[in-house]
């Protein structure tokens, strides 16, 4: 091993029931580097860095650390932290009301006579924060301080039991300009005093002010490690998005409509504090229009608040020209809005209803709760979009937990498409679907735009984007920061807005 | 042939309740013969069967409320035996105008009625408001109410039992003349039958169940999901305080102390051998029915076989165990695997 790594995992796989997670990876951590480790969701991120701590065991590959001479093996995290492996996550699990040399101390407290020496252990605290430029009370509460200190605090604490490798797991996800600029000071003292950190994070501006060595994952695949003079912004989002194209014909010839000039949505300075900024938007009647963006820079949060999922705190919503203050979705169903939320499972199907259940529910819902559809409306209506999505379903009584993921989609189409919306809002409707049902997807799509519906798309996948929208924003870290026209869109305008900065 | 009957039978969703109930049954006809015997003096009928369904119509009220509950948020009740109290000393405190104990009622009967019923919703209100605006879990949050009503109930009748001396208050809990059947029987199948149509003739017995299974997916489906929650609680509210008036109506008198005591335990129990999970989502109003006449024939049973009363406890917590283990996924697994195991071994 060479003198200067700390770790190194080698053809590290990781399989769970049915899928792939982790597929001959291999991660090197260098003494006193800050080494980022990106990827798109489900890239195998936390997986790795789960296999690392001993949360999950690896299937194939071996992992080594400076100053042991055979391979590792954690069984738990107590075991990695033994060995000098800490992580610090995005939610803090400090106990906020003990103080903060008991947190930093706890389960190690200094002890004389068999009971806790107390001044010691305040000493030994201040020292130690000090050491590394926090000020705070070692006496106080914990909860007394804000989310940053705290997880400072926390850092310091896992600096403190082990040196030799910090995993931070998104820890700027919750803190503000101010506070992450205090984390990255921190985190540079200590890549100065020798330590490998480890550094997951979802923003890009982040990556690029504090680490030294990206490692890119995508699909559970090693895409590769580069020194970041190595890897300008566009390129990295290339990196992490894959520029797979596949070799489906353009489906935008099923457009025979242009969108007219009728306004159907338009924002003014709407927002939701801590979520999206303030943003403008203005959707025409029969217009597809795209949102792209990476993960967690606020597509779905926009979505979400001109449909009152969230309900948005500033700025101004028309609909159809109508004033809208959106409160609750029943409102927005009611002006004709449809949702399609990203996360299928947690808020998109009703797992134990059945597949007529889950169809016919938000029209239902659009009608009153005293005017139940009678169970022939209920059938026929199922049987309609049961037929004309190609739902492939024992009967329209099954359970649709028991669906395939493909399916289940649709019934959830098919539950907005009942409705007969205005204005759908598609929150990456293919996430996870065979490529057949994708393209039945995207053509739906185009198909209602030439019927005059307005589609909001969101996805992570540019190239569908691109055969399907007419017109698209581009988001960054919560704020909407570019629109393009038809003929500016391309694979490289697009990522190029994505990424930002000076590419 | 007979397999294949078996099997679906087997399948039926009210397969193993009403499988439990035959069986509580079946042990009574060889250990007590008199059981199924009926018997008509002055014009009313008697025997141990109608004992069970004449006790179990409390039960079975309670039972309605909590299966809703159950089924919307995914919690418990604990609240509806005290509230059972509240309604009982309010509605005792009304007819009495105050008084300890009163030859004829001091306000009109129906005021009465609907201060207890006001009452039971009042009740259900600040649960629901609790576990749907202020979402504190279910149990915790009805665990106030379990605590504070019986002294709600003492405050209501200063620390006295309040009695109301006067023969048609005794009707509800009793027999009306000319009829062989005891009153409350009847107030119980029209309460499962009124809340049964109400689920069924509008969406409300959809809105629950999508609201118990997915919470988030329903509010954005359109379904007000905190509005739901509160209803069920509210109309459990009710519940309890229809079958306080009952209680009330069999003693003639508000004893907040023992008006509904332990019934919550008996009426979540009702609910889970009726074949509904505690965790929510879909429910079997019929199957919590027939749970609490379960209940009821059970201790009955043990009446008649001559158990004390403070030893009953135990041997309803075996016979439960038994039959809520019957009906647990993890052990019809073991026993397929049993028999899988079996087959092999032949």
């Known amino acids: 091993m060479e003198s200067d790594i700390v770790l190194t995992m080698r053809h590290i796989c990781k399989i769970f029931p049915g899928v792939k997670a982790l597929d001959d990876v291999d991660f090197t951590l260098r003494k006193g580097e800050i080494h980022a480790l990106m990827g798109e969701n489900g890239a195998g991120k936390s997986t790795l860095i789960k296999v690392l701590t001993g949360v999950f065991d690896f299937d194939e590959g071996e992992i080594r650390l400076s100053g042991y001479d055979e391979p590792i093996l954690n069984k738990s995290p107590q075991e990695a932290q033994k060995r000098g492996i800490s992580t610090v996550y995005q939610e803090v699990n400090l106990c906020p009301n003990l103080s903060v040399a008991e947190n930093i101390f706890i389960g190690r407290e200094p002890c004389k006579l068999g009971r806790i020496d107390w001044k010691k252990m305040y000493s030994m605290a201040r020292e130690l924060l000090s050491k590394l430029d926090i000020e705070v009370d070692v006496t106080c509460p914990m909860e007394n301080y804000s989310i940053a200190l705290q997880q400072m605090v926390a850092i310091a604490r896992a600096v403190d039991m082990s040196a030799k490798v910090l995993i931070l797991d998104e820890p700027t996800s919750s803190l503000d300009d101010l506070e992450v600029e205090k984390l990255f000071t921190l985190m540079r003292k200590l890549r100065d005093k020798g330590v490998g950190i480890i550094f997951v994070t979802h923003f890009l501006e982040q990556v690029y002010s504090v680490c030294d060595r990206i490692t890119v994952l995508r699909n559970g695949q090693l895409v590769g490690e580069y020194p970041i003079a190595e890897l300008p912004r566009l390129k990295l989002v290339a990196k992490m998005i894959g520029k797979d194209f596949d070799d489906l014909a353009s489906i935008k010839s099923l457009r025979t409509q242009k969108p007219n000039g009728t306004q159907v949505i338009k924002a003014e300075q709407l927002g939701h504090s801590g979520t999206i900024k303030p943003f403008d938007l203005r959707i025409m009647q029969g217009e597809v229009i795209g949102l792209a963006g990476l993960l967690g820079s606020g597509r779905s949060e926009l979505a979400r608040s001109l449909y009152g999922a969230d309900k948005p705190d500033c700025g101004e919503l028309f609909v159809k020209g109508k004033k809208f203050v959106p409160s609750h979705p029943i409102d927005a169903i009611h002006r004709g809005m449809a949702y399609l939320p990203e996360d299928r499972k947690k808020e998109g199907v009703i797992a134990d209803l059945s597949v007529r259940e889950n169809i016919m529910i938000a029209l239902q819902a659009k009608k009153g709760m005293f005017k139940l559809l009678s169970r022939k ?126 590419q | 042939m007979i397999r294949a009957f078996l099997k679906k039978l087997t399948s039926y969703r009210l397969f193993l309740p009403i499988a439990s109930l035959i069986l509580v049954l079946l042990v009574n006809m060889i250990k007590t013969p008199t059981f199924f015997q009926l018997e008509m003096r002055n014009g009313v009928l008697y025997g141990y069967i109608i004992d069970v369904i004449n006790r179990a119509s409390e039960l079975v009220i309670l039972a309605v409320g909590m299966t809703l509950v ?145 919470k988030n997916a329903s509010r954005l489906v359109g379904i007000k999901s905190d509005q739901i929650i509160f209803l069920v609680y509210v109309f459990c509210g009710l519940c309890a305080g229809i079958a306080g008036m009952i209680t009330t109506s069999r003693i003639y008198s508000a004893d907040a102390n023992n008006i509904g005591l332990n019934m919550e335990l008996d009426a979540i129990l009702a609910v889970a051998l009726g074949g509904n999970s505690l965790a929510g989502g879909r429910f079997t109003l019929l199957g919590s029915v027939i749970g609490a006449y379960t209940i009821q024939a059970l201790t009955t049973t043990l009446y008649a076989m001559g158990v004390s009363a403070d030893q009953i406890p135990v041997y309803k917590a075996i016979v439960v165990v038994l039959i809520v283990s019957l009906q647990s996924e993890e052990f019809v697994r073991w026993f397929s695997k049993m028999q899988a195991r079996r087959k092999v071994v032949a």
């Open chain 1, 377 to 502: 409306q209920q059938e026929e209506f199922t049987d309609q979009y049961i037929s004309l999505l190609q739902i492939k379903t024992a009967d329209r009584e099954t359970p649709v937990k028991q669906l395939s993921g493909g399916n289940q989609q649709k019934v959830i189409i098919g539950r907005w498409l009942l409705t007969q919306p205005d204005f759908i809002i598609l929150d990456e409707p293919t996430k996870g679907i065979d490529i057949g049902t994708k393209t039945e997807i995207q053509k739906l799509v185009l198909k209602l735009a030439d019927k005059g519906t307005s589609v909001l798309f969101i996805s992570s996948e540019i190239d569908e984007m691109l055969r399907t929208c007419d017109h698209m924003a581009i988001l960054r870290d919560g704020s909407k920061v570019a629109e393009l026209k038809e003929d500016e869109m391309s694979q490289k305008s697009i990522m190029g807005a994505i990424a930002g900065g000076n």
């Open chain 2, 70 to 214: 159950v089924a919307a948020s995914g919690g418990t009740d604990i609240s509806v035996g005290a509230v059972m109290a509240v309604a009982g000393a309010v509605c005792c405190f009304v007819l009495a105008g105050g008084q300890r104990t009163v030859n004829a009622y001091q306000n009109p009967y129906i005021l009465g009625v609907l201060a207890a019923l006001l009452a039971g919703i009042l009740c259900g209100a600040w649960n629901g408001f609790l576990v749907s605006k202020m979402k504190i879990q279910p149990m915790v949050a009805t665990l106030i109410l379990f605590t504070a009503g019986r002294g709600i109930a003492q405050l209501v009748t200063r620390g006295q039992i309040t009695y109301i001396r006067v023969e048609n208050f005794k009707l509800l809990g009793a027999n009306i003349p000319g009829v062989p059947l005891p009153t409350s029987i009847f107030i119980a199948i029209l309460v499962v039958i009124l809340t049964n149509l109400l689920l069924k003739k509008s969406a409300l017995g959809l809105y629950i169940e999508a609201v118990g299974v997915n």
